[in-house]
């Protein structure tokens, strides 16, 4: 079976970043989806203090991030990647089920 997300080295080599320098009690990062946006829907990110019962783990090049059952629908096969650019750092999810994404990038839509 294929993980819900896929993380490319750069988002691994972040996470770990990220989590050398979290709180003791962060066991990870979470991934889940909000509704808001231009286009209706948007990723969050967020350390992971607790693992919830539902709660799918993906554990990939050292790393684990915790996915809200919630958000498993929407983020199936998705790459989570880490772009570094000249003004900004970020984040990139680049999900095969979106079927729209909003000019700044910071919400997308599902049919």
Do not use: H, Q, W
């Amino acid at each position: 079976m294929n993980p819900i997300i896929k993380l490319s080295d750069n988002a691994a080599n972040r996470i770990k970043e990220i989590m050398s320098s979290a709180e003791k009690d962060s066991l990870g990062v979470r991934v889940s989806v909000k509704s808001g946006g231009c286009a209706g829907m948007s990723y969050v990110m967020e350390y992971s203090k607790k693992v919830n019962p539902n709660d799918e783990i993906i554990e990939d090049k050292g790393v684990k991030v915790y996915i809200d059952s919630a958000a498993v629908m929407y983020l199936l096969g998705t790459e989570m990647d880490y772009k570094k650019g000249e003004l900004s750092s970020t984040f990139v999810f680049n999900n095969p089920n979106e079927t729209e994404r909003c000019g700044c990038g910071e919400s997308f839509k599902i049919d």
